[in-house]
């Protein structure tokens, strides 16, 4: 029998022990932690709707009148007029024909890369792609090329390589841990070009890019040249759950194929009532949207200001990539105890040497508390003597380059 406690000694050693943090009130701005409250830049809560009035009425009163649970599958008896709704407003706001819901984003994209990919079939994936997708991948049993990161002539000798054996080109619309945007538009391209499957990950871009919050395929305009479009409803949309969006020809063979969907109990109806509302809220005040950015935007100048090299992304994500793993705990810890809680993200979830904060703005944070945040992770920062290390464009490449086809970051 493997020896559980000296793997956890492993981690432990290695500066990549885990552990849960227990919150004391909802998600939010401000949070209270251990009985203190803390400045929380780290939520994926993007516009602050998990706390919003109107989602928490719309779930309390689902629950009212649809009960707390869809009581199985979508296929044996829980597919309920609160998950057709909602399919169809997705569909909608995604610019797509039909959409269908998943459990999680984790579920959705380990069910639904591994239906459209199979054995004796290639399938490409950024080598910064999320673990679900990863983990979807191996589940395909085909061949995974992992391209660099956002380099679409890595992508492009992938696609002839595999001459017609390419099914489905995989990536993140907004990379979750650096915050920056796929080069769509050319990935588009080379999946036509090449008559491969394309399928965007968008659960940090809806609500948080492109015209309305629509996401990072509306704002590259390739709508109609992206055959999947999946993204969550635990992030911007402040409930659970997950969707993809795509013709009907795709989402009739998830249903029939894709075994998350199919062996998993549907969402539970608050969750798709609170995930409703927050879409409507989103449609209504598209506002939201702008001030995420600015607020973003506002962060990084504060960060920069303190001499911290965080990331160059443009969005809400602002990584402060420290290196060591060890070391980027103890600026977590060093932050905590100034009253700000911006967790520090370690392997396997980023690639080994890229440990950082990847801290998040939020719809709903203040300016004035995003510049005292800043200051105090400065302060923080130089106590360590930890800088930032200055990551892409013009920088140190962000991440260590693999071998061609190797798929090894999940571990
Ligand atoms: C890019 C990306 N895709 C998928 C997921 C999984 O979504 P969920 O949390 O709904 O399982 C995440 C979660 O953080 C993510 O960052």
Redesign the pocket.
């Known amino acids: 029998m493997p020896d559980l406690e000296a793997r956890l000694e492993e981690l432990r050693a290695s500066g990549l022990y885990r552990r849960l943090r227990v919150i004391e009130s909802p998600q939010g701005p401000q949070v209270l932690l251990d009985g203190r409250a803390m400045l929380l830049l780290c939520s ?1 809560d993007y516009l602050g709707l998990a706390d919003h009035s109107h989602v928490r009425r719309a779930a309390s009163d689902a629950a009212m009148h649809w009960g707390t649970g869809a009581g199985a599958s979508r296929l044996v008896c829980g597919s309920m007029q609160v998950h057709a709704e909602l399919e169809r407003r997705l569909a909608e706001f995604k610019d797509k024909p039909a959409a269908l819901l998943f459990g ?3 579920l959705a ?1 380990t069910g639904v890369v591994s239906a459209l990919a199979g054995r004796g079939e290639v399938v490409f994936s950024d080598e910064l792609n ?1 673990a ?1 997708i990863i983990d979807g991948c191996r589940l395909s049993r085909a061949e995974t090329f992992v391209y660099r990161h956002a380099d679409t002539e890595h992508l492009e000798w992938g696609l002839r390589k595999a001459r017609d054996r390419g099914a489905l080109i995989v990536t ?1 619309g907004v990379f ?1 841990m650096d915050g920056d945007v796929a080069p769509l538009a050319e990935i588009a391209e080379l999946a036509a070009r090449h008559d491969c499957r394309l399928m965007v ?1 968008e ?2 871009a809806t609500g948080c890019v492109g015209p309305g919050g629509r996401g990072s395929v509306a704002a590259a305009g390739v709508e109609e040249r992206v055959d999947v479009v999946m993204g ?1 409803l ?1 992030k911007a949309l402040g409930s659970y759950g ?1 969707y993809v969006c795509a013709d009907e020809g795709v989402t009739e063979y998830l249903v029939n194929v894709c075994r998350p969907f199919i062996f998993s109990t549907a969402l539970p109806p608050p969750a798709v009532a609170a995930a409703q509302r927050a879409l409507e809220l989103l449609l209504a005040r598209p506002g939201r949207v702008d001030k995420l950015a600015a607020n973003a935007a506002a962060l990084r100048e504060a960060l920069r200001a303190e001499g911290l090299a965080v990331g160059p992304s443009q969005t809400q994500i602002v990584p402060l990539v420290v290196g060591d793993a060890e070391r980027a705990m103890a600026l977590c810890e060093g932050a905590l105890e100034r009253g700000v809680f911006a967790q520090a993200i370690r392997p396997p979830t980023v690639p080994p040497g890229t440990s950082r904060l990847r801290m998040t703005a939020m719809a709903t944070h203040r300016v004035r508390d995003l510049r005292r945040a800043a200051r105090e992770i400065g302060a923080a920062a130089r106590e360590l003597g930890v800088l930032g290390a200055p990551a892409g464009e013009g920088g140190e490449p962000r991440t260590p380059r693999r071998d061609d086809g190797a798929l090894d970051r999940a571990a």
């Open positions: 994926n999680s984003g984790y994209n999320h679900s993140d979750s990950d659960a940090h969550t635990g997950a």
